[in-house]
């Protein structure tokens, strides 16, 4: 394998220096001579269950506190703008306007990430006078790491074993992230569905689009992680939304990767009409 067909290679880092994170690293690192100058670009590794606890919070802050927002897209879009999370862009007769930016995590490493949901978490506080402290117990004790059982499997595929928490309680078997994705978002086997969503439905498959077309980016296993976000809500609904579900999911799986085959745009097209909503809806 020639050098610059290695995949990423993860260190760890102890009193100022970079260590192998693993064998496989520091026999890489092994191919070249002492004294080789290298080139490195830093990212730390977005962290899901950070922002699955951003979401939760958010959901959470916007049923049950006084805010000015509806959702937590809402919620998450406002946040974006105060803390210049932005995007600038012309319409097409050249005006310049604002609009929220994204934090996927093609878009923020942890090292950006951490420190915007701090952030957010102190300007929820203002806006709706809750005490910072009683916020921050009120969700201790939903995890922000990764535990030992969600680390990478080492088979340099991205998938992840999922924690107990995160699987059915009749259900102790193994699995991967891709294989929550599809159970969380599969489709029903032999059972007959019905073929009307409600207006909540519809609310709540728009969420699911924005929420993974916000995790789109070049590291498919990236996207297949953002799954989970939606786990425990998807597995309460109908099997019609679930298969809904999966649809959206593999279309905004197709936006994914250098060489994506459609394009976000072309998706939202695409689940606009198998949701039964305006496609601007789904860019609102």
Not at 47 to 64: A, G, I, Q, T
Not at 111 to 131: C, H, N, Q, W, Y
Not at 146 to 160: C, I, K, V, Y
């Amino acid at each position: 394998m020639a050098k610059q067909d290695h995949p990423t290679l993860e260190f760890v880092v102890e009193r100022g220096r970079l260590s192998p994170a693993d064998p496989y690293v520091a026999e890489v690192l092994d191919t070249y001579r002492n004294g080789d100058k290298l080139t490195v670009t830093l990212n730390q590794k977005r962290s899901l269950p950070l922002l699955k606890k951003y979401w939760v919070v958010l959901r959470d802050v916007v049923e049950n506190a006084k805010t000015p927002w509806e959702s937590a897209n809402e919620a998450s879009d406002a946040l974006k703008l105060a803390l210049g999370v932005t995007d600038i862009s012309k319409t097409i007769k050249g005006q310049w306007f604002i609009s929220p930016g994204s934090i996927s995590f093609a878009s923020m490493d942890e090292g950006e990430f951490r420190p915007f949901f701090e952030k957010a978490m102190a300007a929820l506080s203002e806006v709706t006078g809750i005490d910072p402290d009683a916020l921050r117990k009120r969700y201790d004790h939903i995890p922000e790491h990764s535990s030992p059982a969600e680390s990478p499997t080492g088979d340099g595929s991205g998938a992840l074993v999922a924690t107990n928490s995160d699987r059915s309680a009749a259900d102790n078997s193994p699995a991967t992230a891709d294989e929550a994705g599809s159970q969380d978002m599969g489709k029903s086997e032999g059972e007959p569905v019905s073929n009307s969503l409600s207006d909540d439905d519809r609310a709540f498959l728009v969420r699911v689009f924005k929420g993974l077309k916000d995790c789109v980016g070049p590291h498919l296993g990236d996207f297949r992680q953002a799954n989970l976000i939606f786990k425990d809500e998807i597995s309460a609904r109908s099997d019609l939304v679930k298969a809904k579900a999966t649809t959206i999911r593999e279309q905004l799986e197709k936006c994914c990767g250098e060489n994506p085959p459609i394009g976000t745009v072309q998706a939202g097209k695409y689940v606009a009409g198998i949701i039964g909503v305006d496609e601007k809806e789904l860019t609102a």
